[in-house]
C-alpha cells in the first residue's frame, strides 16, 4: 500500500453535526485537509467516511499515521 502525505503535524479540530457524515483524507493530499476534495484519485486512497454521533468538536488526524482510524491518536508526536 502506498504511504499517504503527511498534511499537518497536529490534529485538525472540527465543529461536527450529530448524524452528518464527513469524508476524511487518507491521502494527504487534499486542498482542503482534513477532508477529502478528490485529490486522491489515482493513488490507491479513498476517502474514510466519519457520521458524528454528537455534535461538538472532533480531532481529526492530519498526520495520517493515527491507529484510532480519521481521529487523532497522538501519533504525530512521534514525528521528526
Do not use: R
Not at 492530519?62 to 482510524?69: E, L, V
Amino acid at each position: 500500500m502506498p504511504t499517504p502525505k503527511i498534511a499537518q503535524k497536529s490534529p485538525a479540530p472540527v465543529t461536527v453535526v450529530a448524524g452528518k457524515t464527513y469524508y476524511w483524507c487518507s491521502c494527504g493530499e487534499s486542498k482542503s485537509q482534513p477532508f477529502c476534495d478528490g485529490s486522491h484519485k489515482g493513488t490507491g486512497f479513498s476517502p474514510v467516511p466519519y457520521t458524528a454521533e454528537k455534535d461538538g468538536t472532533v480531532y481529526f488526524c492530519a498526520c495520517k499515521q493515527s491507529a484510532n482510524g480519521v481521529l487523532c491518536d497522538g501519533s504525530h508526536k512521534a514525528l521528526a
